[in-house]
């Protein structure tokens, strides 16, 4: 078989792998939700994400947003991840063990979930790829078109995911502190840099409408998440996400450093690390970088490896890549694999198992987050049913979060229940002009505290309905509260409320002290 026909078979089984791993009693995950609801508001911009990843949702919701439709694109891009790998490999001469050595990564290692949700990260990774892609084909080939390809990649990258930038200015660093005449003196590399930006401006000029919401999200993120990230965390994660691959990245950061050529993606390498590093940011932002260097390092280590290295170095990534599938991808139902992670502490050891709160669980999170969503709405529906014709014409469905409320939007239709709102995230966004003229509220909230709050006094009545019970899922202990003959008082705390969360997700908002959700733990409306 031709190389470059093995490429695109490769690229293929990259494709449709996941979904042979995935246990189907699995549901979307909390995340997957919100840009499915962001298909619904096409919008610029959103105040967690950039636009395009919402393109790709309004088509899974064409396709009728089955598990399917939703799990296709991280696969796709994944797939053609690959096939930018691959294709670079050849260019540099490798042969077929190359190929499949390069292929690695894509099924040995973290990428696997990276390439198997529906976030932004599939598409931060494949246009890093595609930017140093073309910088190393213009290198090799001095056509102006592969300027214009990372160009425009540096575009769609930005409008994919915010973190682009640390790459976008890695690379600017190593072209410059490698002085490559190459490119500087080269006029279509400015105009590149001028097409990407210029393909981001829409989302540039929706941040400044909306008053560059992104100042609060990363605000909240900093305070709510990135803080408890350790640098050193993030330099051991750098190994353990790639560790049956990674004598192949290390050989091509190594191999790019010695060649002149090619020296500018070694420092964009090092640079983009130490910029993550300082801005305390997830491990996993930096996956981008990794495919370029597996594309350096597989054909040297194709050159140099006899007969039995081969073998053994090809054995050595399948063995461990084999055993950390159960730890990326949800190949049981929940009991069977919370069982299997007790029977085979390696889960534990390497951090699986730790949420965002620092304690160990039953499951990864990411798994958690898949759990009891149809429940949710199940039970939301049977309140809302219970509820008179004049009732229902003056209830408002509010949900704590946007797993939550996308959840019940995207399972509701099925159920009858109205449109589900929340003041978290971009759901902010879409609350009703008249919001504030309801005299029921069904309340869905992770508060296990909520009945205790003084709100709930500027009810005639309150009513617990129901609660999720499941150990295994994130959302386990929610309520589900039905609370009739709401108060003026109320309704207008309620809606000063919601105009004070609009206000701070602005730039100068989000300088303020942020203060407690009201409908969340601590919260109050007064």
């Not at 932004?120 to 990774?125: A, I, S, T, V």
């Not at 039953?362 to 008179?388: C, G, I, N």
């Not at 003026?488 to 969360?501: G, N, S």
Request: glycine content about 6%; overall charge positive.
């Amino acid at each position: 078989m031709k190389p470059i026909r093995l490429v695109y078979l490769l690229a293929l089984v990259k494709l449709i792998l996941p979904f042979f791993l995935q246990d189907p009693v699995w549901e979307p995950h909390r995340d997957e939700f919100l840009y499915l609801a962001e298909a619904r508001h096409m919008a610029w911009g959103y105040m967690e994400a950039p636009p395009l990843l919402s393109i790709f949702a309004w088509m899974t919701n064409l396709l009728g947003g089955a598990m399917w439709a939703i799990k296709i694109w991280p696969s796709l891009f994944g797939a053609l991840t690959y096939v930018l790998v691959g294709r670079l490999v050849l260019h540099l001469r490798g042969s077929w063990y190359a190929v499949v050595l390069a292929w690695m990564p894509f099924v040995a290692g973290a990428w696997l979930r990276m390439h198997f949700l529906f976030q932004p990260n599939f598409l931060d990774m494949f246009c890093w790829t595609a930017m140093a892609y073309g910088v190393v084909r213009f290198q090799q080939t001095g056509k102006p078109r592969y300027l214009y390809i990372a160009g425009a990649s540096l575009g769609l990258g930005m409008l994919a995911k915010y973190t682009m930038a640390f790459y976008g200015t890695g690379l600017l660093a190593g072209v410059l502190l490698t002085w490559d005449k190459k490119v500087l003196t080269n006029r279509h590399f400015y105009y590149a840099i001028g097409l990407g930006l210029l393909i981001f401006l829409p989302n540039f000029l929706w941040e400044a409408t909306h008053g560059f919401p992104i100042v609060y999200h990363m605000k909240t993120l900093q305070e709510s998440q990135l803080q408890y990230v350790s640098p050193w965390t993030f330099l051991t994660d750098q190994l353990l996400y790639n560790v049956a691959t990674l004598f192949i990245w290390i050989t091509g950061l190594v191999w790019a450093t010695r060649m002149k050529q090619y020296r500018s993606i070694a420092v964009a390498f090092v640079v983009t690390l130490a910029l993550l590093l300082m801005g305390h940011a997830k491990s996993y932002y930096s996956q981008g970088a990794y495919p370029i260097l597996f594309a350096f390092g597989a054909p040297v280590v194709e050159a140099w490896a006899n007969k039995w290295w081969r073998i053994g170095l090809l054995g050595f990534s399948l063995f461990v890549g084999i055993r950390l599938v159960p730890l990326l991808l949800p190949f049981r139902p929940p009991a069977a694999l919370a069982n299997y992670y007790v029977r085979h502490p390696l889960a534990r050891k390497v951090g699986t198992l730790r949420w965002e709160d620092l304690q160990d669980h039953a499951l990864p999170q990411d798994f958690a987050d898949m759990l009891s969503w149809e429940e949710m709405t199940r039970k939301v529906s049977k309140a809302y049913a219970s509820l008179d014709s004049a009732e229902k014409a003056h209830t408002l469905l509010f949900c704590d979060n946007y797993g939550e409320a996308g959840a019940v939007n995207y399972f509701g239709p099925a159920y009858q229940l109205p449109a589900a709102y929340s003041d978290n995230a971009s759901f902010l966004y879409w609350m009703p002009p008249d919001f504030d003229r309801f005299d029921v509220v069904l309340l869905v909230t992770h508060d296990k505290d909520a009945m205790q709050h003084a709100f709930m006094k500027e009810f005639k009545t309150v009513q617990l309905v129901d609660s999720i019970q499941n150990p295994y899922a994130v959302e386990d202990g929610t309520l589900i509260i039905l609370m009739k003959g709401a108060s003026d008082t109320f309704r207008k705390a309620f809606r000063d409320k919601i105009d004070r969360d609009k206000l701070k997700t602005t730039a100068r908002g989000a300088v303020q002290t942020l203060r407690p959700n009201a409908l969340e733990p601590g919260g109050t409306l007064h």
